[in-house]
């Protein structure tokens, strides 16, 4: 041969699909537009503003904790933006931002990074963010009064102040008609302002096969015969609260999710069992958001209790013979 | 009706390369590498020594063990030495090493006749043949011919499952009277069951000659499969063909059937008819790296090398090169290596098919779950394969991993996993042998 070779070498095999995880994590940020330029109609540039300052702040967080443990920077594989997308969409427009800050630190850097980056985090960042701020509300309130002049807000929250639909219903308050709540509706959480788009995107990710229909169908199916059992509006719901964003967006995120798809309804249905509980006899208060968190640290414990067979296997192994008498000898 | 098995991958064929390029032959190289191991078993012991004449055909590796393969020089010339060289897999494997005589012919082994032959000397010719499994696991076929059970069922496997693969296609596209006869006497020697060829759809014209050809056998047929990886693979063509299932840890035979490749086939009868020892076969050059694909006859000892010069060399855009199939196949960092009688291709690849990319950690998007044809947890197995926890890593199931590649191609974080399984298989024969020095 008279060029110079210059031979990769890699072990087997050699093929590979496209699939990629910063494609994946790309097409689940497009899958969340719709609903923030729903949200965005309704309240104006706080949107904007509070998604800009959760990925601002998740990219931040990632960025120093990794130079601080000495691993390479990840911002490249996407989930930083996803988290912080995810964790601004899970609050009301009206939050005040450095609680979505705080949310985001706790979120990215200790959910996530801590426990070794993306694929070692046990629970799913956003919604641990989202809750942390919840329980740390003692100290919230401290912050509160310290940065309340730095407050910033823009015309259009005023919106926010009108009740949830869900506290609607708990008051025994009359609701809007199905159809405004289902396309657009301006109460609650950023993510909370169309059902309709939510599941545009919902349907955009079971297209491109990042998540399949198991996990989302089995938590709603279980949410709809819950509370329908229970003697309230079940079509009403499956719009209201973050039940969607936790379906299609929070409960099929892969780290956090059952490996197999048996195990994977087991957890939607866990998960649906739960919200009902906290929706029908606690307070109405992010009851997803705990029930996916809770479901989180059972996922270990489902793909133990879901185990598949090998190919072959059968479930009352015979003992194994050890008469063959080929035996490979190398 | 076209059947399958559960889960796996469709893959992009590339077959269009060479599948319409006859089997040629290479020209004669100047020497011949012949590993003394190239199956899977105990490796031979040299017949010849530095300096000694051989003749085409001649023996020169055999070992007394069952399980072996007598290893033998297609082509007359003058032993150089017998030495260490690196094989594909780049071990270090014992060689002799032939001058290979310029301007002699290619060698022919006349036809006998064979009718009445006892099964005894057919075994007895294909033992003596060196033939191994030749759809790339080297197993030597004479061992497989001896089952300790009854065979109720011959598949005769020419799915190719493998993309860019075409050799086997060409065989039976050519060579199909061959390929039912030889079928027919690795039946006679089991006991004359049922045979089965199995297919893959993307192979038309095989299919319809051998159909054609099929008519008018009793107790022969031909099972089109779906274009799916890997449907060659034993334990899956099986329950494709005959919805039965190879337990883990167990053998074809432990559910009555024998698997073998389309080239065995035709190796066994040219064995038995031509009393032709294994010292030739076809390969696949192809990949859009190089600029003359095609099904290549070249004899076992050839270097990778000696096929790519004198096929016109390497584009500049190939960035790998390897030898076997683009799932299972070993990447060459030179390419001195010989190719032995498992070899069914070489790939010249370039950076649009075959990337080496960095890996992450698992996201445990499930993929590989879903798609594993053994069921199972190909992420696990990753996972603990890579801290080291080797145990774990063989509770989900690494032992019974055949290394197809199918987890690796769907990971959407690019994890080596096929590595991972390598090196648990290793520390746990590594424990074995441990175990059994402390028993002593």
């Keep these: 041969m008279n060029k110079a070779l210059n031979l990769q070498f890699s072990t087997s095999p050699h093929l590979h699909s496209q699939a990629n995880v910063s494609t994946a994590m790309r ?20 949107v904007p503003f509070l998604i800009f300052v959760c990925i601002a702040s998740a990219m931040l967080t990632e960025v120093i904790f990794r130079k601080i443990m000495r691993k390479p920077l990840s911002l490249h594989d996407g989930s930083a933006v996803l988290t912080g997308l995810l964790v601004a969409l899970c609050f009301s427009a009206a939050t005040p931002w450095w609680l979505a800050m705080v949310a985001t630190f706790i979120g990215v850097g200790l959910a996530k990074e801590l426990l070794g980056g993306l694929g070692w985090n046990r629970f799913n960042p956003a919604l641990f963010g989202r809750v942390s701020v919840i329980l740390l509300a003692p100290w919230i309130t401290f912050l509160n009064n310290e940065f309340f002049h ?68 089995s938590m709603l199916a279980t949410v709809f015969v819950g509370v329908a059992v229970l003697g309230q509006n079940p079509f009403f719901h499956l719009i209201s609260g973050g039940l969607l964003l936790g379906a299609f967006f929070m409960a099929t995120d892969w780290v956090t999710s059952p490996i197999t798809k048996k195990g994977q309804i087991v957890f939607g249905v866990c998960i649906g069992i739960l919200v009902v509980i906290f929706r029908i006899i606690l307070a109405p208060t992010e009851g997803v958001a705990f029930a996916i968190l809770i479901m989180n640290a059972f996922v270990p414990a489902i793909d133990n209790a879901t185990r598949r067979l090998k190919f072959g296997e059968t479930r009352t192994p015979v003992p194994a013979q050890q008469g063959v008498p080929v035996q490979k000898t190398s | 009706m076209v059947k399958t098995f559960e889960r796996g991958v469709f893959l992009p064929h590339y077959k269009k390369f060479s599948e319409d390029k006859p089997i040629t032959r290479l020209p004669l190289p100047r020497e011949l590498v012949i590993p003394l191991r190239q199956h899977t078993g105990a490796p031979c012991r040299p017949l010849v020594a530095a300096g000694d004449k051989v003749e085409a055909g001649q023996k020169i590796g055999a070992s007394d063990a069952f399980v072996s393969a007598a290893v033998h020089t297609g082509l007359s010339g003058v ?29 022919t082994w006349p036809a006998e006749d064979y009718a009445g032959l006892p099964v005894d000397e057919i075994k007895a010719r294909i033992r003596e043949a060196g033939i191994v499994g030749m759809g790339g696991a080297a197993f030597p076929t004479h061992v497989k011919l001896s089952p300790p059970r009854e065979i109720d069922l011959v598949v005769i496997n020419g799915c190719e499952c493998e993309p860019f693969l075409t050799c086997d296609h060409r065989l039976m596209l050519e060579r199909a009277d061959d390929l039912i006869e030889g ?6 020697v089991l006991g004359g069951p049922k ?24 107790d022969m047929e ?18 494709a063909v005959s919805g039965r299932k190879v337990p883990p840890g167990k053998l074809p035979f432990d559910v009555g059937v024998v698997v073998q490749n389309v080239a065995t086939a035709i190796a066994v009868l040219e064995a038995v008819r031509n009393r032709k ?25 050839t270097t990778i090398s000696h096929v790519i010069e004198s096929t016109g060399g390497l584009q500049d855009d190939v960035v790998k090169v390897v030898v076997g199939g683009p799932m299972t196949g070993w990447a060459q960092l030179d390419l001195q290596a010989p190719l032995t009688k498992g070899a069914g291709g070489i790939l010249a690849l370039t950076g649009e098919v075959t990337q080496v990319t960095d890996y992450m950690a698992c996201v445990r998007c499930g993929k590989c779950v879903d798609h594993c044809p053994m069921f199972l947890y190909p992420n696990y197995i990753g996972v603990y394969g890579e801290l080291g926890r080797y145990q774990q890593a063989e509770q989900w199931g690494a032992m019974d991993c055949f290394e197809c590649g199918v987890c690796v191609y769907v990971c959407p974080s690019r994890r080596p996993i096929v590595s991972f399984v390598r090196r648990t298989k290793k520390a746990a024969a590594e424990r074995h042998r441990a175990a059994t020095r402390q028993a002593l």
């Design chain 1, 150 to 217: 730095w407050r910033v807000s823009f015309p259009g929250i005023d919106t926010v102040t009108q009740a949830t639909p869900l506290a609607l219903l708990q008051m025994g308050l009359p609701l809007p008609n199905m159809g405004t709540f289902f396309f657009g509706y301006p109460g609650g959480g950023i993510a909370e302002t169309s059902s309709f788009a939510l599941l545009l995107g919902g349907a955009y990710l079971l297209y491109k096969k990042h998540i399949s229909w198991h996990i989302p169908v």
């Design chain 2, 195 to 218: 045979v089965i060829f199995g297919v893959e759809t993307n192979k038309p014209d095989a299919i319809a000659v051998l159909e054609q050809k099929l008519v008018k056998e009793k």
């Design chain 2, 183 to 188: 079928s027919r006497l690795i039946s006679k």
């Design chain 1, 27 to 46: 097409d689940v940020i497009i899958a969340l537009i719709p609903v923030s330029l729903v949200a965005t109609y309704f309240f104006k540039l706080n």
């Design chain 2, 277 to 301: 020892p294994l010292v030739d076969r076809v390969l696949t050059l192809t990949g859009p790296g190089t600029p003359n694909p095609g099904n290549y006859q070249f004899f076992i000892g």
């Design chain 2, 222 to 239: 031909l099972v089109q499969l779906d274009v799916k990886y890997p449907q060659g693979a034993e334990k899956q063509l099986i329950y």
């Design chain 2, 79 to 107: 032993v150089r030495e017998v030495a260490k060289r690196p094989n594909i897999a780049g071990e270090m494997v014992d060689c002799v090493i032939i001058d290979v005589d310029q301007g002699q012919e290619f060698p």
